[in-house]
């Protein structure tokens, strides 16, 4: 009988090959690299939080899908389910170490057990960057643009930004006299992107009116241009107020910044979570919008009034990064990287591998990362690991090559020899060559 484990790990979660960290890893970079250029700083929270933290403003659905459980303490406690509901808590409890307002930026995984399909998984990463302490239509904005400029940052060009504002939503309901409803009636229109108008129309019957299901079915509809669809919403709402005068604003700033083709208002977007408050939005790419939204978010006014009587308002926005990359995967547009070694330094005799290492030491100063084979192989076996790590360049060295202090540089992939460099020439030629 066998002692042996059975290698499986749970439905919903994965392990990563070098190839799609890599890749991971980059995109993350870019992200910190974007984020940082509009002035947000990095932040962390713990994987485990008191369920009452957690729950406390989650909602019926989240309720299911939390991973919680009793600790050796008898503590009843849960993983974090996404990075906002712990950023308020953060926010209350560490507010007189930060100043307002307060830009921050956190990159890290949450857990869901919800059913898993195409590009949704139970463990995931979410790009969180939020702004708290402020409620300006600038602030507003600066989370659209990030969106936008984060998308473009990694490459990721053919996107739409569609953004509604849940005030305009919520004082419809209130002026059909549902407002007490409203957090089942903007979950179930949340869905209609996924269960059709039909399905949306059945389920709204079943908590309100027929003539207030067919308004609100009306209200979700876009109209011909966004400013047609505005004033259709204004009116449907009952006229002007903050929360359109907000958008009008926004859309200024949009035309300033020459970033219309990026932008929609859509009145369906609602989000499901009940702590916004204000705008919400969502990203789809164009070639492929049927993977759903790969970053959304909005204003949440009154999330971190559960934890302080500070009034912190906040904005802000989290990029699902697995279902961009399942998306990208899709798309071709993935980078299949193997390794992130510049330079293969190959063995060729053994009494030389301390001038190997040394040699090493000299190419990672420069920035160019460098790895040395660790036991002396024939050349072809080495040169096919260099291959199946997508090593672009071997650097060779014997005797002759270190009695006369230089070394030679093979390119792997253009298959040319650059001879007897000196270890400053060859650093010179792999960073004009770096790719």
């Avoid at 509901?85 to 949450?110: C, E, S």
């Avoid at 059709?196 to 979700?220: C, Q, R, Y």
Wanted: with cysteine; aromatic share 8%.
């Amino acid at each position: 009988m066998s002692n042996k484990i059975e290698p499986r790990i749970l439905k919903g979660f994965r392990d990563f090959l070098p190839s799609k960290e890599i890749e991971r890893k980059r995109i993350i970079g870019i992200l910190e690299k974007n984020f940082e250029s509009f002035g947000y700083v990095p932040i962390d929270t713990p994987v485990l939080e008191y369920t009452e933290v957690l729950l406390g403003k989650g909602g019926g659905e989240t309720d299911k899908q939390v991973y919680r459980f009793e600790d050796n303490g008898g503590r009843d406690v849960s993983m974090r389910f996404d990075l906002t509901v712990p950023f308020a808590r953060y926010m209350a409890k560490n507010r007189n170490d930060l100043h307002l307002p307060f830009k921050r930026y956190h990159i890290n995984k949450v857990w869901r057990g919800e059913n898993t399909q195409r590009g949704r998984y139970r463990e995931f990463m979410q790009c969180d960057f939020d702004i708290v302490g402020i409620d300006t239509a600038s602030a507003d904005f600066e989370i659209l643009m990030m969106m936008h400029d984060s998308m473009k940052a990694i490459d990721v060009n053919d996107i739409t930004i569609h953004f509604s504002h849940r005030g305009i939503f919520n004082r419809l309901l209130d002026r059909l006299e549902i407002l007490s409803s409203s957090v089942d009636i903007l979950r179930i229109v949340d869905k209609l992107g996924k269960i059709g108008e039909e399905e949306v129309m059945a389920l709204l019957k079943e908590l309100t009116t027929e003539s207030n299901a067919k308004e609100i079915l009306d209200f979700i509809k876009p109209a011909g241009s966004d400013e047609e669809s505005l004033a259709k919403m204004e009116r449907a709402a009952g006229g002007t107020s903050d929360d359109t005068e907000r958008l009008k604003t926004i859309f200024g700033y949009i035309k300033e910044c020459g970033m219309e083709d990026s932008f929609k208002l859509d009145p369906s977007i609602t989000r499901g979570l009940d702590y916004y408050t204000g705008i919400v939005y969502e990203t789809f790419l164009d070639e492929l919008p049927g993977i759903g939204s790969v970053c959304s978010g909005g204003r949440y006014n009154n999330l971190a009034s559960l934890y302080t009587k500070e009034e912190l308002p906040g904005v802000g926005a989290a990029i699902g990064l697995d279902r961009l990359l399942a998306a990208l995967e899709e798309l071709g547009r993935v980078s299949e990287k193997q390794s992130v070694t510049d330079l293969l330094i190959l063995a060729l005799d053994e009494k030389l591998y301390g001038h190997y290492h040394n040699l090493s030491r000299q190419f990672r100063k420069a920035d160019i990362n460098c790895e040395v084979f660790h036991t002396k192989k024939k050349l072809n076996a080495q040169f096919k690991y260099a291959e199946a790590k997508s090593i672009p360049f071997a650097l060779i060295c014997g005797e002759d090559e270190f009695s006369s202090r230089t070394v030679n540089i093979k390119d792997l992939d253009k298959r040319e020899n650059w001879n007897g460099l000196t270890v400053d020439e060859a650093i010179a030629k792999l960073s004009e060559n770096k790719r």
